[in-house]
Each structure stands twice: as C-alpha cells, then as structure tokens.
C-alpha cells in the first residue's frame, strides 16, 4: 500500500523550474533513497511534501489523505531529521527531547525519553548540553527526535553526512533496526550511493526537477551495465543515461 | 489551539532564562539600571523644584510603564528569532503547531516577561523612592494590557519584516521601540511634540497609556476616552497584523524562504 503518492509535482521559482511534473509513490515498511545531483530537486521536494514550500501544481497525498484540509492528522504521523537542522543547542538535550515530546502531544513523555535514548545509547547525555554533543551523538539525538511521535513515515535529509565511516555504519546499522523494530516507512535522500545500496528497498533518480529513473537498487545497476549505483548516479547526473536507453 | 503546544512553546523559553545571563540582565538588571538612573534624575528635580508636583510618579511610572512595553515586544521578537539563531525553525513548523498556536505562545511569553518585570520595578520603585506602581489601584491594569497587546503587535511586526526580508531585517527587532519611543508621548504629552508630527503619536495606542497614566497622577479620574481609544487602535492593529502575518507567511511558504531562515 503507498503511504506517499505524488502526482504531476511542479514547483517554479519564476522562471526556474525546480520540480518538474514528478511522480511517483512510496510503499508502506520501506526505505526509499530519494536521489540525484545537488540542485536536482531534493530538497524542494521533501519540503514540498512537508508542508514548508507550497507547489505550483501537482498533488500530494500521505496517508491517503491531502495536506491542505488534514495537516495536523498528517504531521502528527510524520516526522523529520537532518544533520543541517540542529536542534537548540542552548537548551540541555532532555529538555530538547521534552519540548518536542510535549509538541507532538505524547502521553508518558519521560517513558518515550528513556527508552529511546536507551535505544541510540545517548542516555548519559540528557543532563548536558546539547551544544557539548559530538556530530555522532547530534545524529543519534536528531533521530531519537524525529522518533518521538512513533511517525509512520520518516523524512531523513542525508543522516550520514559529515559522520566518520565508523559512526556512519553504526548509523545505517539503526537505520535498518528502526525500519525493522519500529515498522517506519523511510525516505531518504543522500549522496553516498554504497549507503543507498545497502539499506535501500528502492532508489529515484531525479535530475534538474524530473524523475530520471526508478527501481530497486541492484536492478538499476543491472539496467545500465554498470559495477556499482555510484557509476549510475554519475551517468544520470552528466546526462549520459539516455544513449544508453536510446 | 492545543495548551499542550503552547505548554511546549512557552517552556522551551522559559528553560533558557534558568542560565542565560543576557536574558536574566534583560530581565531584571537593565530595568534596575533604568529606574535607578530616572529615580535619582526625578528626585533631583523635585529637590531643586524644577519638576513641578509629582515629578517622581511621573517619571518614574513612565519609565516602568514603558520597560513593560519593550519587555512584551521582546518577548515576541525574540522567541522568533531564537528559532532563527539556532536553526530550530524546521524542527518546529514541521510539527503538528499551528502558526496561531507559536504566536498564542509569544504572546505568554510576554505576559510572564511583564509579570517578572513589573514585580521586579514595583518592588525596586517603591524600596529605593518609595513609589507605588499600584497606589492608583486596578486603574493600571488595562493600560499595563495594552501595552502588553501593543508590544505583541510590534513583536509580531518585527517578525513579519524578517519572514519576508530575511534574518537580515532583524535590526528592526533590536531598533523598533527606540524609534517609536518620541513619538509615544511617554515623558511628555502629545502637545509637547511639533504639530507635524502628532498625528504620529495619534496613531500609536502607547501614546494614550502614557497619556492616560498622567491623567490618573494628575487626576486620579480613570481617563476613559484614552483607554477606549487606545484599545481600539490596538484591536485595529491585531486584525492588521494578523494578516499581514499569515501573507508573510503564505509568501515565505510560496517563495521557499522558509529554509533561508532555517538553513
């Protein structure tokens, strides 16, 4: 069942086209990489489908239903986390993990806390500072937030980027438990293509605003003849996968 | 309108001033500073004679009166702008929050400020000048609401200016109650000013706090026509503000800025 459709997705800024007429849709209990170049559309459109940018045209539905007349109902099932968003760092990190507990409206705050912080083993940090914390532990705190309501659907803006290779596989390794563990649809957007191929169920290509490709990882590595998704990634970004098609 | 959501807005403030010393200064030594400098200048004047009668109630009840204003507009502005600064903007409006739910909350925000203030120069005014904020009993009351609900529309203005403009507009946070300090008529009456520019003070509700505040001292007569008048500049405004607010925002949300602003 798609947890996510998006139909004839447009977005200008003026004259620039960011998005252009994208479709496509995300199936409930998967991780989905949302990929493609810098400047591709990424970004424009998880904002898009989080209600911070509103689209020229096209169609968003999550849950079945649309944002405009549900959006409470939908972002109460729905939550977010980036390593360039930071969460206060003048405020200790339970107090962060509280504010947000309360904003989200979860009944036995102090419960949710403890257990997940038990789960991405940041415990120790609840009395200190957020500011004090190391870009790991940040990561693992973002995501403990991005937990708090139980979202049935998880917006995570590259997670692993500026994480050392130890704690970046120590990230994806929660990635895979939460998905697991928790049953959360996620859809991921990164440019570390290895990342998209062992974690991901499926990858969309978009490139300049369009979608260029869409497919499970290895299959799409099979389709154009190449060793790895990497090689793919460069192939949609420089333009070349259409005289393969051809 | 969720109280848990105002709950988690208000408290996310309120666990700062616990250890910031900025905002502990803002909160009781800047105002401190300020009635001991207008306390010492109006008891001067009354010794020389220069004041005329009630120089202390006057001067000072301004000051306070007018530190609630700026304290209610802070509130606002800057509760926005520390999103801003910490780049929390994103975590809170991908929330379930409604944008009236985070304006309700600054709105809280400054009637705590004011209620922190107050307490604190009332009891300053009347140990070090033996001045009663409240010897003009419940009369105060609805011009210390108006004030706050003025201070909230400036904050909100603040807020909408840097919505649309950017972060870089938030010197009008920083400036705004400075510039429209002459024109409120907070030490001296309407009439004090040239002719020119009146009708700027017409328009302000803090001109006719300040006007209504010297007419108690004066009087002791609860001045109806300066209340009423001021209120309904002031419901003017929250109808005005209001929507130039959520135009601001429809634009920031049409235009992609939210994540210049959260970026």
Known sequence: MAILEVKNLVKKFGDFTAVDNLSFDVEEGTITGLLGPNGAGKTTTIQMLLDLIIPTSGTIKLFGKDMKNNREEILNKVNFSSPYVALPGNLKVWENLYTFGRLYGIKNIQSKIDELTEYFNIKEFLPKLTSSLSTGQLTRLNLAKSLLNDPALLFLDEPTASLDPDIADRTRSLLKKIQKDKKVTILYTTHNMAEVEEICDRAIFIHQGKLKDDGVPAELVKKYGRDDLNDVFLMIARGETEKVES | ?263
């Open chain 2, 1 to 263: 309108m969720k109280i848990y959501r105002l709950n988690a807005l208000l408290m996310r403030h309120l666990y700062l001033y616990k250890r910031s010393l900025p905002r502990l200064m803002d909160l009781f030594f800047w105002p401190i500073l300020e009635i001991l400098v207008w306390g010492f200048l109006s008891l001067y004047l009354e010794k020389s004679g220069l004041g005329g009668l009630n120089i202390v109630s006057l001067l000072l009840g301004a000051i306070i009166f007018w530190d609630l204003l700026g304290q209610s507009q802070k509130a606002v502005s800057f509760a926005f702008m520390e999103e801003v600064w910490e780049k929390n903007f994103l975590n809170i409006f991908v929330s379930p929050m409604r944008v009236s739910e985070f304006l309700a909350s600054t709105f809280l925000l400054g009637l705590v400020r004011i209620i922190i203030c107050g307490v604190v120069l009332g009891i300053g005014s009347l140990l070090l000048y033996h001045f009663n904020i409240l010897q003009f009993g419940f009369y105060t009351i609805p011009f210390i609401l108006n004030l706050l609900l003025f201070g909230w529309i400036l904050g909100i203005f603040t807020t909408t200016i840097t919505f649309r403009f950017g972060s870089g507009a938030n010197i009008i946070a920083f400036s705004l109650i400075f510039i429209l300090q002459p024109f409120s008529a907070v030490f001296y009456p309407i009439s004090a000013l040239p002719h020119y520019i009146q009708f700027i003070s017409y328009l302000l509700p803090s001109s006719y706090v300040f006007e209504g505040m010297r007419s108690i001292i004066h009087t002791g007569v609860f001045p109806w026509n300066y209340f009423l008048v001021g209120t309904a500049l002031n419901l003017f405004y929250v109808g005005l503000i209001s929507f130039l607010f959520y135009r601001a925002f429809v634009w920031v949300k049409v235009h992609g800025r939210i994540m210049k602003l959260a970026w």
